[in-house]
């Protein structure tokens, strides 16, 4: 999970589109409420995703638990990294 945390925040940061560096996000930063990411910028967020790890979320299975921090959101992705090997 290391390595899939730089990752990601890259991707949220590049989302977010406000100027923030991906080393500025904590590992348990709030993807919804602290980092104030809106619908739009979540859905295009969840897009980068999969095109970059190659996989299809389960968007049915993402809750906004899922959300609470970007570590949480890590383990989500994991899962279906996983899933595919």
Do not use: T, W
């Amino acid at each position: 999970m290391d390595d899939l945390l730089p990752q990601i925040k890259s991707m949220l940061a590049e989302a977010l589109g406000d100027g923030r560096a991906a080393e500025e996000l904590g590992d348990d930063a709030d993807i919804i409420r602290e980092l104030g990411m809106d619908s739009i910028q979540l859905i295009n967020f969840l897009f980068m995703v999969e095109d970059k790890f190659d996989v299809e979320l389960d968007f049915d299975r993402l809750d906004i638990e899922g959300l609470y921090s970007i570590r949480a959101f890590c383990g989500f992705v994991l899962a279906h990294v996983n899933a595919l090997a």
